[in-house]
């Protein structure tokens, strides 16, 4: 199982992690923290010494109830911390997670080499043309209606049922532009009641169907610091926890803002696979 990242593959034999970088004031966890370029690269430098084979770089916050940004104000945001990130970091493999295609396309050309769309192309419908014309990895997350009113599509029959319709339906058309390179991600706290996201790691086993590498976010997430009424800077070990389910059930990228602990996830849970 391995993606093509502007001609180096990236084998998912053994599990990756890929380190979360924000540059937005209002992430739930780490908003403002990065604010200049040199915030940027040290934590860029930080996270690849720790074992990140993947950094995913945002600057529109999508937790629930997020203001919107213009598409100029993300762009603005985006763009320098794209290129000194690759200047520095020339071997980095740089993921954009955004829903728009212009901000996916003007990343790409500064360097950028993965895609992750929380929308998977339902937000912006030249997504896939972009994808696709410029072959490069596309990340696919199963999420209902915008990040500001997600929340109010949480009433399914059958929430993996209804996963597994919508990523039949995004893999089908992905192929249709020619998108080759799709990873999917189930999309912890996106349009799911805090049952429903625990029902869909219990049975996240069902997206191996795809013969797909699937992404399991949940470092830090309401679905952990709710649960044990507490707050998102005291629920790694919490995060850990679900990471380590993750990967027993078949995940093969794990999106973390604590790489060295995901890594470590990664590396024990492997040996025990080994010692069969």
């Not at 770089?57 to 100029?72: D, H, I, K, W």
């Not at 059958?158 to 192929?175: G, L, N």
């Not at 912890?188 to 049975?203: A, C, D, I, P, R």
């Amino acid at each position: 199982m391995t993606i093509n990242c502007n001609g180096r593959l990236m084998d998912f034999e053994v599990p990756k992690v890929m380190g979360i970088l924000n540059c937005t004031p209002n992430s739930f966890y780490d908003g403002g923290k990065y604010k200049t370029e040199t915030d940027f690269l040290n934590q860029t430098e930080k996270m690849l010494i720790e074992g990140a084979s993947i950094i995913d770089l945002g600057a529109y916050s999508t937790q629930p109830n997020a203001p919107f940004v213009s598409e100029e104000e993300e762009l603005n945001r985006i763009l320098a911390a794209v290129s000194a990130i690759v200047k520095h970091f020339p071997e980095v493999i740089l993921s954009i997670d955004t829903f728009r295609a212009e901000v996916a396309k003007q990343c790409i050309e500064n360097g950028a080499v993965i895609i992750n769309d929380v929308s998977a192309g339902f937000l912006d419908d030249k997504m896939f043309e972009v994808v696709g014309n410029y072959k490069v990895p596309y990340i696919m997350m199963h999420m209902k209606g915008t990040p500001q009113n997600m929340q109010k599509f949480t009433d399914y029959d059958d929430v993996m049922k209804d996963m597994m319709y919508y990523f039949s339906e995004r893999i089908e058309k992905a192929k249709q532009y020619g998108i080759v390179d799709a990873i999917l991600d189930p999309g912890f706290g996106f349009s799911k009641t805090l049952n429903q996201n625990f029902e869909v790691l219990n049975k996240l086993e069902l997206l191996n169907e795809f013969n797909l590498p699937v992404l399991s976010a949940l470092s830090r997430k309401s679905m952990i610091y709710k649960l044990l009424e507490t707050e998102p800077s005291d629920v790694l070990n919490g995060t850990t926890v679900l990471h380590t389910i993750s990967l027993m059930k078949g995940a093969k990228l794990l999106r973390a803002h604590d790489v060295k602990e995901a890594v470590e996830c990664v590396k024990l849970t492997q040996k025990m696979y080994e010692s069969k």
